[in-house]
């Protein structure tokens, strides 16, 4: 499938070059219809029935088993990942001797849960870091990482794709060898699910936790969470009645039952139902099932091309193609380049992305188009030294 700009989807305005998806998605103008149709029904609660609470959370499900290539039934609904993390380590045992490894400049809700979890059991936290006199540095940190990995190995939990540069973390090679160890392969696909095809399976992945609000184009404080069987006998976080296998009978709510619903129900999220975010969460989904992940990789590849090349020209220079994502592109400005410049001059042309001291973080989507490419690149131009 051949991908064109899917910006008339979207409420975004011809002047504004957004460029910044990996720090919000905006909503699709479909979402916004279902947006309001919630706040309508919402007016009077007599438009509710026992199936509203349950209907929209199962097509969710569904759909990110799709994305993920995962039974619906191993799908929970989390309202963040730092809840879904706890929900998983939480039920992670721990044999003296054992250790657990990350990368170096993880993104913090990670790092601190995984900290929490070597505080709790004393346990070795192994951070492994690339060697920064490279120029390209994946193939030389998944090897690393990859060879770190072993028998006292407990826990390996990495974001499939860095939320400050896009490297690509060669997931399948990793998953092979925790397998191998018998590890508990952890990934956070915040920053990918939705935008780069991810497949749980071929990558022997335990839990897949994301967020709903970048690629996935959903809402904030909404989440959801691939948990493997392994887990299905675990301790959730918290006893909401929702999770219980009599909760669609509400006149038999107080026949208490310690059976959950069948696979991660358990560790849905009290008030999984969330009427107002359900159905933008749902909206998104659907959406990027129409599009594919593949689909939105190659677009994404197709529309960063010129500024690649600009920037190489400009002595930068970027990650091979297997350690490489389209849709997140981080890089440090050449010393040519006027940094305070450049701040005021992307606002005064509308160009929004993330900006991290002296680097450039610039994350496309479908809704962008060549001309925020050529205008970025027009601005770049303006504050050459």
Not at 99 to 126: G, M
Not at 192 to 215: H, M, Q
Request: aromatic share 10%; hydrophobic share 35%.
């Amino acid at each position: 499938m051949m991908l064109s700009t899917q910006k008339h989807l979207f409420s975004l305005k011809d002047t504004i070059h957004y460029l910044n998806c990996a720090y919000k998605s905006p909503l699709l103008k479909t979402s916004e219809d279902e947006l309001l149709k919630a706040v309508q029904k919402e007016r009077n609660p007599i438009n509710f029935t026992p199936n509203d609470f349950f209907e929209d959370t199962e097509i969710v499900r569904q759909l990110f088993g799709t994305l993920v290539n995962c039974n619906a039934k191993q799908v929970a609904v989390i309202p963040s990942t730092s809840y879904g993390l706890a929900s998983v380590l939480n039920n992670i045992s721990y044999t003296t001797g054992q250790q657990v490894i990350t990368v170096e400049n993880e993104f913090p809700s990670d790092y601190y849960s995984i900290k929490r979890w070597c505080d709790t059991h004393n346990a070795e936290l192994k951070i492994i870091k690339p060697n920064a006199e490279l120029k390209h540095i994946g193939e030389n940190w998944n090897t690393k990482l990859i060879n770190a990995i072993n028998h006292k190995t407990a826990i390996v939990n990495i974001s499939s794709v860095h939320w400050m540069t896009g490297l690509k973390f060669d997931l399948e090679a990793i998953g092979k060898k925790c397998k191998s160890v018998n590890a508990k392969f952890i990934v956070d696909g915040t920053q990918s699910v939705g935008a780069l095809p991810i497949d749980i399976k071929k990558y022997n992945i335990d839990a897949l936790i994301c967020a709903s609000y970048k690629w996935l184009m959903g809402p904030y404080a909404m989440g959801l969470m691939y948990i493997s069987s392994e887990f299905n006998n675990g301790i959730p976080l918290e006893e909401s009645w929702m999770n219980r296998t009599n909760a669609r009978n509400f006149k038999q709510l107080t026949n208490y039952t310690t059976n959950y619903g069948e696979g991660a129900m358990r560790y849905n999220v009290g008030q999984t139902s969330n009427f107002i975010s359900m159905p933008i969460l749902k909206s998104g989904l659907e959406q990027i099932t129409r599009w594919t992940p593949k689909a939105i990789q190659n677009y994404c590849e197709d529309l960063i091309v010129p500024l690649r090349n600009y920037l190489q020209n400009l002595g930068l220079v970027f990650e091979h193609s297997k350690y490489f994502s389209n849709h997140i592109v981080g890089f440090t400005l050449p010393s040519t380049i006027n940094i305070d410049l450049l701040i005021k001059q992307l606002e005064a042309h509308r160009v929004y992305l993330s900006v991290r001291s002296t680097s450039l973080r610039v994350s496309v989507n479908v809704f962008n188009t060549t001309k925020d490419i050529e205008k970025l690149i027009t601005v770049i131009e303006l504050t050459k030294k």
